[in-house]
């Protein structure tokens, strides 16, 4: 079997599942809407106001809210030694951490487009740039995010308290795609710069970590 | 290894004893700065020996991904550690510094940006060492010392793009930088003696994990003699 096939035979697998029993995506989009919440009562803006903080607020949101679906990538391969299956099988790693990068990323994608309108609700958001680079970022900005998350929550599932060392490890790289993500969203909305400079910063950090994620997931998978 | 630790820990002593005269009493006060400059010797000694020992933590990990030799991974923890004491040091003084000459603690300026960013990642590293089980922690923290050491430029990069407040580099920054000669050759002792003092450091570090590994390895023959 070659990789594309294992890719697309993996991720339809997660697609079933969590289109069964919807846990990832439903524990996210309830997680998300209580951070909109809380942030709306601690920080009151008015219209002008949520202009500005609005970029930093909703991806502060959906990183918090990925973190929840991130963890949960590997924890149901560890039931019936799934994974030590996998690591004993013929079938290249690539393919498998390629399937859950891509089946993080479209959950995380769906909560951003569920949860995005509501924002604009809460927050009385009117873009004075043009929204459709929102598009680009959001795409980049959430490659970036989980394309290291899936790797980190490999990394996590192997030590104690796995929930927790998600975030610890996965923030401090994160920091400049969430500032890229952030800025971007930020001078878009106000109107004020262009998103340019962050969405090439996005794109580099995107193709270097994804190159760095492939090169050692293999050494992490076999870790013993 | 006794002998070289008696001549080599006396002598980082005297040298350190020797800089702290240098810097306080000898080298000559800066013309606008004051006394407060003499904070510029510690900072960039300890700057210096806390990216030298990042740079071996890279190195390090990438040799034990490639070799799987027990004493790279002891290397990369040992100087992971010290370099996250001489970080925390160098971003410390900083601040010290900054509030009389810029009359602000901190600013989220590239340079200091970068370091505190850098500083937080190998706290994650040593935080991923310390709770991950044994066996597998070499593998685990040698890949995300790879992810460290590659977000470090983008970091930098992408807070350049905000704004820079922290000094241009004072040598070899361009035709106006340059520093007094009494003024350098006081930097280069503090900067020989802290180098000491880190490589200190990092072997006595190495040694204790090189310890800690043969316990474990003892610990699991002991085991597997039980279990047999």
Known sequence: MTTLTLTRATLMKDLRMEWRSKDAINSMLFFALLVVVIFSFAFNPTAEESRHIAGGLIWVAFLFAAVVALNQTWARELRNQVLDAYRVSPAPPNALFLAKAIGNFLFV????????????????LRSVGPLWQLVTIALLGTWALVVNGTFFAALSIRTRSREIMLPLILFPISIPALLGMVDATT??????ASPDFWIKMLAVYDIVFTSVCLLLFETVLNAE | MKKLALISIPLVLILLGLTSYLNLAVAPTEATMGDVQRIFYYHVASGWVGMFCFFVNFVASIWYLWKRSPQSDALAAASAEVGVVFCAMLLLLGTLWARPVWGIWWTWDARLTTTLVLWLIYVSYLILRRFSTSGQTQVLAAAFAVFGFADVPIVYMSIRWFRTQHPSPVIGGGPDSGLAPAIMQTLLINVAAFTLLGLVYIWLSYKLQREEQALEAAHAQAALRGAA
């Open chain 1, 109 to 124: 994608v769906i909560l951003e487009a569920l949860m995005t309108p509501l924002f604009v609700i809460f927050y009385e």
């Open chain 1, 187 to 192: 001078s878009i909305l106000t109107g004020d």
